[in-house]
């Protein structure tokens, strides 16, 4: 069956330093990929997405993901985390609906 | 600005009482969403609605009832059979059907005394 997991609940960080939140699919083909953010209160803002060709995604806030087939996975990377950027994190697969993961709790320390 | 809204932000219902939230979007996307968020337990499909007057169950629709009169609305019914509706309650829409990419309302927190 088609699923999304984040391997990590809670993952803290220093302001400053590089950031990766992992995300792994199962899937058989190749599938759509999406990065969500959502602030505590707020509703899900897509970062970035993944549906084709360059398997380096741009996204928005200096946000960037990685599609990587033979590791089926599509982690998120930042290379310098701002205390704006604590929040809850989502990756999500599209197959005839979008399957979210469970979400990553990014913290940051000042 | 084209966006989605849903309100009211917060509502507090007592128990055995139907309540409807509300979303709206002017973004002329055919296709609208509803999910339920609880802790630690990401995001869970009720109903969506790809056209006009006509609308499925996702995954957790029981004790929720929903309508589609107008593209731009997409009302949710949580009704006195929903064991559990306390809940963060999301509203998404897409451009065509639920294959494509899903923008998000702010949300609407529904507490059950």
């Known amino acids: 069956a088609q699923s999304v997991t984040q391997p990590d609940i809670h993952i803290t960080v220093s302001e400053g330093a590089s950031l990766e939140l992992r995300c792994n699919y199962s899937?058989?083909?190749?599938?759509?990929l999406f990065w969500y953010v959502q602030s505590p209160g707020q509703g899900l803002q897509l970062l970035l997405k993944?549906?084709?060709?360059?398997?380096l995604v741009q996204g928005i806030k200096g946000f960037e993901a990685e599609f990587k087939r033979s590791q089926s996975s599509f982690n998120l990377r930042k290379p310098s985390v701002h205390w704006s950027d604590a929040a809850e994190y989502f990756c999500?697969?599209?197959?005839?609906?979008?399957?979210f993961g469970k979400g990553t709790r990014l913290h940051i320390l000042p | 600005d084209g966006g989605i809204t849903q309100s009211p932000k917060y509502l507090f219902r007592k128990e055995g009482q139907n309540v409807t939230l509300s979303c709206e979007q002017n973004?002329?996307?055919?296709?609208m969403y509803w999910y339920r968020q609880d802790p630690g337990q990401g995001l869970r499909l009720i109903y969506y609605?790809?056209?006009?007057?006509?609308?499925q169950k996702g995954d957790i629709a029981e004790g929720y009832s929903v309508s589609r009169e107008k593209k731009e609305s997409f009302p949710l019914t949580v009704t006195s059979a929903q064991k559990n509706p306390t809940a963060f309650y999301l509203c998404?829409?897409?451009?065509?059907?639920?294959?494509?990419?899903?923008?998000f309302g702010p949300g609407t927190r529904l507490t059950v005394l």
């Open positions: 993944y549906f084709s060709g360059d398997t």
């Open positions: 998404a829409s897409s451009p065509s059907g639920i294959t494509d990419t899903q923008y």
């Open positions: 999500a697969l599209l197959d005839d609906k979008i399957i």
């Open positions: 899937y058989g083909a190749t599938p759509y």
């Open positions: 609605s790809q056209i006009v007057n006509d609308f």
């Open positions: 973004l002329n996307h055919d296709a």
